[in-house]
């Protein structure tokens, strides 16, 4: 009988990564969590534990520090490493560059050292659609245009990128990176979700406030030229997301060096019709006063998905308004 693959989860205490364990344990994967606790919880890891119905292994560590990070590696012993873990908010970003480099460039050196020294040899990484900065036109976005990172969250992604395709050219090794566009949603039981304090994205900010009296939400720009005035994003259900992660651990063994895969819906929303769906997930009402247009907004930004559809055979299933259901779900259940 073959034997189950092993995965390593950084940051598998968090949104997505708690979403990926649960999902890789019921696959059959034996999974293993590098996490710091930072903003993953405990908690995530038990609720993925219980979806499952399996146990993972749980290595509570910083990844900047490189002697940790070999030592977790080799009792890990992965097979692939999902690389998550590192900070998302592009406002702190703006706020405390170098922080954030380290937290996200130099625990990658970390992460990719203690690949090369144990042996590991694919890794899957999370990187993000900001890579491509503010889009020229209005056009979909493919992994073939020109990457221009325009906050310090999507330099280090980009410099994190460049470090693994030197790794996996240096040790012929297998390297997927995943461009995520705005990942939402929840786990369709409501047991796992993102959490909402603080909340930075539109749909949980939505979420906590409609657990407000009378809530309401600034919609920066009505004036975009967009149909309803305000802009479209392109939202992707977690669910849908750890698919996508799942099937690039089953495309990795078949590459040597480094390919890219935009993981979106390839439809729009409009920030209008995000308030929209949450409004009937919820059925409580929110007020939307239109406010000014932030600088270095573009009006529309939606992925092309053909490499993920044609080679990954991935396909997203769910669609906005089960986002929003599924988080309402969770929002009701569990966040605070
Ligand atoms: N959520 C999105 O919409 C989105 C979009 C594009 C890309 N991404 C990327 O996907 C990844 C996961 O995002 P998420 O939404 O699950 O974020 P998250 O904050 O919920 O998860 C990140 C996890 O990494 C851990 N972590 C942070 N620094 C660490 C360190 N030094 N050592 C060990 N663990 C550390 C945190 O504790 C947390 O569990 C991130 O790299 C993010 O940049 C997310």
Redesign the pocket.
Known sequence: MARRQRVLI??G?????AHTAAHLMDRKFEVSV???????TRDALNRAQRIAAKDLDFYE????DADATINAVRAAQPDVVIH?????SVAQSVESPEEFKI?NVQ?TVNLISAMGQCGVRQVVF????SVYGEPKTGDPVSENDAIAPESPYAQT?VTSEALLNDFGRAYSASVVHLR?F??CGAHASGLLG??TSPAT?LMPILMKRSQENAPSITVFGTDWPTPDGSCIRDYVHVEDVVLGIRLALAYAPRIVGHEVFNLGTERGSSVLEVIAAVESATGRPIQARPGPRRAGDPSRYIANCARAHQILGWHPQWTLTDMAHHAWLWQQSSAS
Request: aromatic letters at 6%.
């Open positions: 950084t940051g205490a968090g949104y997505i990564g590098l996490d710091n606790l930072s903003t993953g560590i910083d990844l900047r998550l873990a590192g900070s998302k937290n625990t999370a990187s993000t659609a992604k995520f705005n990942v993102e959490a994205n």
